[in-house]
């Protein structure tokens, strides 16, 4: 579980860094700003992968 919430956060942080660039993303729902797109994306996506990059990082430090 602590992998899955860090790997939330992390995915949060690097979302909400390429949204701020990005200003405003047009989609089906209308205009929205980039950082909150892209930071929900990212959260979804560390969500999902946080526990396959912390079992890799243990099978690579235990070499």
Not at 13 to 32: D, E, K, S, W
């Amino acid at each position: 579980m602590t992998a899955r919430a860090i790997g939330t956060i992390c995915g949060a942080a690097l979302g909400f860094l390429i949204g701020a660039g990005t200003g405003i993303v047009g989609g089906p729902f209308g205009a929205m700003a980039g950082v909150l797109v892209f930071t929900t994306g990212g959260a979804i996506w560390g969500f999902s992968a946080g526990p396959d990059l912390a079992r890799q990082i243990n099978r690579w430090r235990s070499k």
